[in-house]
């Protein structure tokens, strides 16, 4: 149901929203402790993602689908590392996929929700996930009401 109501919002009312998110009072996220490989594939919290994928029996093209989303997430993000991205690095990219970028919203809302839930920094993904979830309710409001503020 979401998924349909996403897909109705005018792309402007994406960017929008993005400017009018809340600013981020949350934790700092724990800084990865390795250096990151060359591939963003070969990242160790990717190749985690992907395993736990496997192992739930998530369909074959489904993981591809939501690891591709994750790529190309981290590539629009200048190759900053799933594991510190915050609600207004997710939103960004929803913008951009929204306002005519390459991408699904809705394949990179899910990969995002599965690395989220996977995530061992609790504190800083349960304030994110917040703030990301507050976005998407000001965004879904701004189409029922026929206008282009959230």
Same mark, same amino acid.
Request: no cysteine.
């Given at each position: ?8 919002? #005018? ?6 929203? @993005? ?7 949350? &934790?700092? &996220?724990? &800084? ?7 591939? *963003? *594939?070969? +990242? ?8 736990? @994928? ?8 489904? *993981? ?17 590392? &799933? /594991? ?9 990219? @929803? ?13 990179? +809302?899910?990969? *995002? ?9 609790? #504190? ?7 703030? =990301? /979830? ?5 965004? =879904? ?10």
């Amino acid at each position: 149901m979401v998924y349909s109501e996403l897909r109705r919002v #005018p792309a402007s009312h994406w960017t929008v929203a @993005l400017e009018q998110m809340t600013e981020d009072d949350g &934790p700092e &996220p724990v &800084p990865p402790p390795d250096r990151p490989p060359a591939r *963003v *594939v070969d +990242l160790p919290e990717v190749l985690a993602l992907r395993a736990l @994928l496997m192992d739930r029996r998530v369909a074959f093209d489904t *993981v591809e689908r939501w690891i591709r989303a994750l790529t190309q997430t981290t590539r629009m993000l200048d190759y900053e590392r &799933p /594991l510190i991205w915050n609600a207004n690095h997710v939103a960004s990219r @929803l913008a951009e996929i929204a306002n005519g970028g390459e991408g699904s919203t809705w394949s990179t +809302l899910e990969v *995002v929700r599965e690395l989220w839930d996977w995530h061992p920094d609790r #504190p800083y993904i349960d304030a994110q996930s917040e703030r =990301l /979830l507050l976005w998407l309710e000001a965004l =879904l409001a701004s189409r029922e009401q026929g206008t282009s503020t959230p």
